[in-house]
């Protein structure tokens, strides 16, 4: 059997509480009720489809059309860009300094001009910054000082953190990012959990989809476990790092704090808290 000395009393193996420390998790409820972390990917629809969204006032979005002027979101409300002085330093450093005839507009969060939003279950927290080329897709959720970055492709059923990134040529897509969890550069995040602190290499790729069909399986010490999903890529715990050009596959599961090398393709199954995986 599994030797679980590192766990906490009533914690499992494949349990979230395993994987991530939830008591910073705006949406630790996400979680509630679970035996197994995956099992959050099945709910995730439900809760996303239930959450309380922003109210876009006529004439500034319109879907699919990139936005043509650059809208800041303070205190509930939508102002046009124009006459507002923006300071766009890092959103998830707190940075990003926004103003008003030379008072702050503190916590305000900036849509720049040549950013699409698709649908209206869009949601941002405060200091949100989204750059010009992005496409967000509803439903999403981005919590407060996250940046979406250029060319980044949001798909729907985005749950993200604070202080996250969705980089440059990042796909993402019914995929979770707890706090200041990073995919910068090139990465596809496609049904999977990053957990507090994860941070991708430029170009990981989560593959989410069995070649030969049927439900993803979980290889664990104990035997294999059927997930019940069709799609699903990995669970990253708490500061795992993944390496650039680093694949995982479908069932990838990876305890805390632990390295991925450069040009890795990471079997499936579960791998424990501090692994290197080469």
């Known amino acids: 059997m599994f030797n679980?000395?590192?766990?906490?009393?009533?914690?499992?193996?494949?349990?979230?509480?395993?994987?991530?420390?939830?008591?910073?998790?705006?949406?630790?409820?996400?979680?509630d009720g679970t035996q197994y972390v995956w099992e959050a990917l099945k709910h995730l629809k439900t809760f996303m489809?239930?959450?309380?969204?922003?109210?876009?006032?006529?004439?500034?979005?319109?879907?699919?059309i990139p936005l043509p002027q650059t809208v800041v979101y303070w205190q509930g409300e939508f102002y046009s860009g124009q006459g507002?002085?923006?300071?766009?330093?890092?959103?998830?450093?707190?940075?990003l300094e926004v103003s008003k005839?030379?008072?702050?507009?503190?916590g305000a969060s900036v849509v720049m001009a040549g950013a699409v939003l698709v649908g209206r279950k869009i949601h941002l927290g405060e200091g949100v910054l989204i750059e010009p080329g992005a496409y967000v897709k509803s439903p999403t959720l981005i919590?407060?000082?996250?940046?979406?970055?250029?060319?980044?492709?949001?798909?729907?059923?985005c749950l993200v953190g604070k202080r996250c990134v969705v980089g440059h040529v990042t796909e993402m897509k019914h995929s979770v990012l707890l706090n200041d969890a990073k995919a910068?550069?090139?990465?596809?995040?496609?049904?999977?959990?990053l957990g507090n602190d994860v941070n991708l290499g430029a170009g990981t790729k989560m593959a989410n989809l069995r070649f030969m069909g049927g439900d993803v399986?979980?290889?664990?010490?104990?035997?294999?476990?059927?997930?019940?999903?069709?799609?699903?890529?990995?669970?990253?715990?708490?500061?795992?790092?993944t390496g650039c050009n680093s694949v995982t596959n479908p069932g990838t599961l990876i305890g805390k704090k632990s390295l991925v090398f450069p040009n890795t393709t990471v079997n499936s199954g579960y791998h424990g808290s501090s692994s290197i995986i080469r």
């Open 217 to 241: 399986q979980v290889r664990t010490p104990d035997g294999s476990v059927s997930t019940g999903l069709r799609k699903m890529s990995a669970v990253l715990g708490d500061h795992v790092q």
């Open 184 to 193: 910068g550069h090139f990465a596809y995040v496609g049904d999977a959990i």
């Open 49 to 64: 489809e239930s959450h309380p969204y922003l109210e876009f006032p006529p004439g500034y979005f319109e879907d699919g």
């Open 4 to 31: 679980e000395y590192s766990l906490k009393k009533g914690e499992t193996m494949l349990s979230a509480q395993s994987f991530f420390n939830l008591e910073n998790c705006t949406f630790s409820n996400l979680f």
């Open 143 to 157: 919590g407060s000082n996250s940046e979406i970055r250029q060319g980044a492709y949001m798909r729907g059923y």
């Open 101 to 106: 005839d030379g008072q702050p507009l503190s």
């Open 84 to 95: 507002i002085t923006i300071e766009f330093g890092d959103a998830t450093k707190g940075k």
